[in-house]
């Protein structure tokens, strides 16, 4: 089975923000390729002005929460880095063994998303170059960047549901998926990491951007 990749634009976020952009994208992702019919639960961000949709049940809710805990402790003290969060939907095949006895179970992945994150700190930022504590100006820079975030993750909601709608080919039957127990895996990776001094200056010197 051929597998479905699909590519999310990079976010540029806050290091504080981290958490919360994975729940609101990871939830909006599961919920579309949720087993059968999933009750559905709309949830208002507890950041940004956005309302998402999530499935109504614990495991999935404890799964993203768990990752965006773990994604988030694991760059608390990094600088600036480049990382990558994926969701895999699998399907649980059966699969004989030596003389076809014995029968064992593998996960055959039909779909991974990839969501690209440029994370920076911009308090360590501040610090290091102002020693002081920040000006209006850059108070309404950082209100114009969390703007322009909340422009971009509207987009890549409206993206998600149009590519989850348009593809559905190659989705296996329900009865493959796993039924109770997870139908999907969470992972990340980090790329690349550099001092976030750059990167700041260039967030104040340029005008908010909708892929911000």
């Known amino acids: ?20 952009v994975l729940k609101i994208l990871h939830h909006s992702i ?34 993203v929460e768990d990752h965006a805990e773990a994604f988030w402790s694991a760059i608390e003290s990094a600088p600036t880095v480049r990382v ?23 996960k055959v992945i039909w779909e991974r998303w990839n969501i690209p994150l440029t994370v920076y700190s911009l308090d360590e930022t501040l610090s290091s170059e102002l020693a002081r504590p920040p000006s209006a100006s850059e108070g309404e820079q950082r209100s114009q960047h969390k703007r322009a975030l909340e422009a971009a993750l509207r987009e ?15 989705i296996p039957p329900v009865d493959g998926l796993g039924g109770d127990v997870p139908w999907f895996e969470i992972s990340s ?24």
């Not at 089975?1 to 919360?20: A, G, P």
């Open 156 to 170: 890549r909601l409206e993206f998600i549901l149009t590519m989850a709608s348009g593809k559905k080919d190659h």
């Open 30 to 63: 599961v919920f579309q390729r949720a087993l059968g019919e999933p009750r559905k639960l709309d949830v208002d961000s507890a950041l940004f002005d956005i309302s998402y949709v999530c499935v109504a049940s614990r495991l999935v809710s404890q799964k």
């Open 84 to 106: 990558q969060s994926s969701i895999a939907f699998f399907e649980r095949r059966s699969r004989p063994t030596a003389f076809g006895l014995f029968r064992s179970e593998e």
């Open 1 to 20: 089975m051929n597998c479905e990749r699909v590519e999310l634009k990079e976010l540029t976020v806050e290091r504080k923000q981290v958490k919360e």
């Open 189 to 212: 990776n980090s790329s690349e990491s550099w001092s976030g001094l750059d990167l700041f200056k260039q967030l104040l010197s340029s005008p908010p951007r909708p892929g911000l």
